[in-house]
């Protein structure tokens, strides 16, 4: 099983971008999220999504931030708008089959000020 998260970038503050995850399988009907690691810091969650479109969000993005979920595979995307600073980050998207959770090779976000 392959995930890769793309569309990360450069921006300054205030901009947007969009992530997409592609995945090797169908995880359409699979819990999905995105994570994101900035140097120094472990791992956190920012959203995840399940297969009935329930929503949930880190305190920190809520508003700002928005899941949402794709086909088959390309299972889950994120919107992020007014991009802070403080987003600066690796972001990997993650997959939830039964006991086994999934990984993908993550994707830079830089804002700057």
Request: net charge positive; proline share 3%.
């Amino acid at each position: 099983v392959q995930l890769q998260a793309s569309g990360g970038g450069s921006v300054q503050a205030g901009g947007s971008l969009r992530l997409s995850c592609t995945a090797s399988e169908d995880f359409s009907q699979n819990l999905m999220g995105w994570f994101r690691q900035a140097p120094g810091k472990t791992r956190e969650l920012v959203a995840t999504m399940g297969s009935d479109g329930n929503a949930r969000y880190a305190e920190s993005v809520k508003g700002r931030f928005t899941i949402s979920r794709g086909h088959a595979k390309n299972p889950v995307y994120l919107q992020m708008n007014n991009l802070e600073p403080a987003d600066t980050a690796v972001y990997y998207c993650n997959a939830r089959r039964l006991v086994n959770i999934y990984w993908g090779q993550g994707t830079q976000v830089t804002v700057s000020s």
